[in-house]
C-alpha cells in the first residue's frame, strides 16, 4: 500500500528531488549492468541457472524500484 501525501512546506522539495535523481540514475546503472549479463550469452550458458534466476529477478525487483521511484518524483515535481 502506498499513500502520497502533499509535501509542500513539510520537506524540502529540491532537497528531496536531488535525493530521487541520484537514486534512479544509481538504479539505471545497475539496470544497465543486469541487461549486459543477461544479454551475454556465454554468461548465459557457463553460469547456473540459479544465478540466471537470481539475476533476472534482480532485473524485475530493479524496474520495480525504478518505477516507483519515477513515480514517487513525478509527484514530487507536481508539488512545486
Do not use: C, H, M, Y
Amino acid at each position: 500500500t502506498q499513500i502520497f501525501l502533499p509535501l509542500a512546506g513539510v520537506v524540502d522539495i529540491a532537497q528531496e528531488s536531488e535525493r530521487l535523481k541520484k537514486k534512479l540514475t544509481s538504479l539505471e546503472d545497475d539496470l544497465a549492468f543486469v541487461f549486459k549479463k543477461l544479454s551475454n550469452e556465454k554468461f548465459l550458458e557457463k553460469a547456473p541457472s540459479e544465478v540466471v534466476e537470481k539475476i533476472q529477478k534482480q532485473k524485475e525487483d530493479l524496474i520495480s524500484q525504478k518505477a516507483l521511484i519515477e513515480k514517487q518524483w513525478t509527484f514530487l515535481i507536481a508539488e512545486v
